[in-house]
């Protein structure tokens, strides 16, 4: 994508003033969007807020997670609470978002003493209920396959082929939904149905029962909805000088693929007074494509060539973000979930900065 040209950057640096708002020339396009990635720009804003959103996005939007299990039989060789930190980092996809959005919140008290001398004398830890507490099992057990005895004698070693049960996988956790979850919640399942959990031989079994509650980020990386989020600025490339012939290859060879393209010189190009390029028309010159690729490695400034020629910079509010969703959300959904978070942020500081001046 071509740069903002400096009309559209000077846009940007006017704020309107209305009689209870302000508005700015913010904007988000979205260059690919799929379930688990998203790229899109955001512009028009300060990088506080672009940080504000990033933050966010990795910490402060609810999602559900298993936090209690209980195991009533675990007679495989992983530890109890091995199995149960492994299972526990398992992202669960709950159909109706919205319903996720109404379960109340499950307050713990913390094992830390310190944290548990900052509680406020009117805490009161919360008691699984229907509306904030999800229940899940794992029950399964494994067995010889009828001819898996007669195989074992003739050499066969596969588990595959010997043993029904020998692989404990992620779809295996059950929804078991009490009340009226079923249709408020969905469905409660893992993002990934093929996640291996454990593995087991004949005559072990496994009887887990699992509580989920709704959490955030910032209490724990398992409730983050994100694999990753960042952003980056819109690098900008500005050729100053004519760049010709076989140095025009070796500059576009600088940068990523599809960045700077190779192009001749035309008799328009030639014949316009001061572009640098008369005498030369019919030559091989470097032209700028497609800044959104560029990585800024700032290779070409280390090449003798290629000095005073090129200027290499960022656009100061211009914000490309690149969100990996774990699969709780659509990609795409999560930067909306993001901007509610902060409104909702700013509508309480609004409401206790009233409180104060009255």
């Not at 929804?175 to 593995?199: H, M, T, W």
């Not at 509650?213 to 209490?219: A, E, S, T, W």
């Not at 700032?298 to 290629?306: D, G, K, N, Q, T």
Request: charged letters at 25%; glycine letters at 6%.
């Amino acid at each position: 994508m071509p740069g903002p040209s400096q009309e559209e950057l000077e846009r940007r640096k006017i704020v309107g003033v209305n009689k209870q708002t302000v508005t700015s020339a913010s904007n988000v396009q979205f260059h690919h969007n799929s379930r688990y990635h998203a790229v899109f720009s955001l512009t028009g804003i300060d990088a506080s807020i672009a940080n504000a959103f990033r933050r966010i996005l990795l910490s402060e939007i609810p999602t559900l997670a298993i936090e209690d299990v209980f195991v009533y039989d675990n007679t495989s060789i992983i530890a109890d609470e091995v199995l149960a930190h492994r299972i526990g980092l398992v992202p669960l996809c709950v159909t109706n978002t919205q319903g996720l959005r109404n379960m109340h919140w499950f307050f713990k008290k913390p094992s830390d003493e310190a944290e548990q001398a900052e509680l406020p004398e009117s805490f009161q830890e919360s008691t699984p209920t229907v509306d904030n507490c999800v229940v899940m099992r794992l029950k399964t057990q494994c067995t010889w396959r009828p001819d898996g005895k007669r195989l074992w004698e003739q050499g066969e070693r596969e588990p595959t082929r010997l043993y029904e049960g020998s692989n404990v996988y992620a779809h295996q956790l059950r929804f078991e939904p009490v009340g009226s979850q079923a249709e408020v919640l969905g469905n409660v399942e893992p993002v990934n149905p093929d996640i291996l959990l454990a593995k087991m031989r004949p005559g072990q079994a496994l009887n887990i029962e699992f509580h989920c509650y709704k959490g955030i980020g910032k209490d724990h990386a398992k409730y983050s909805p994100v694999a990753t989020a960042s952003y980056r600025l819109l690098p900008t490339i500005e050729i100053l000088q004519p760049i010709l012939g076989q140095d025009a290859r070796k500059f576009a060879r600088c940068f990523p693929k599809g960045v700077i393209a190779v192009e001749t010189v035309s008799a328009a190009d030639a014949a316009r007074e001061g572009s640098g390029y008369s005498g030369h028309e019919g030559e091989e010159k470097a032209v700028v494509k497609d800044t959104f690729k560029d990585t800024v490695s700032r290779e070409c400034l280390r090449h003798a060539e290629f000095k005073d020629k090129v200027k290499l910079g960022r656009v100061r509010d211009h914000f490309i973000f690149s969100v990996e969703s774990t699969g709780q959300f659509e990609s795409s959904e999560l930067f909306i979930e993001a901007v509610k978070v902060l409104k909702g942020k700013c509508a309480r500081f609004r409401g206790n900065l009233h409180q104060l001046l009255r």
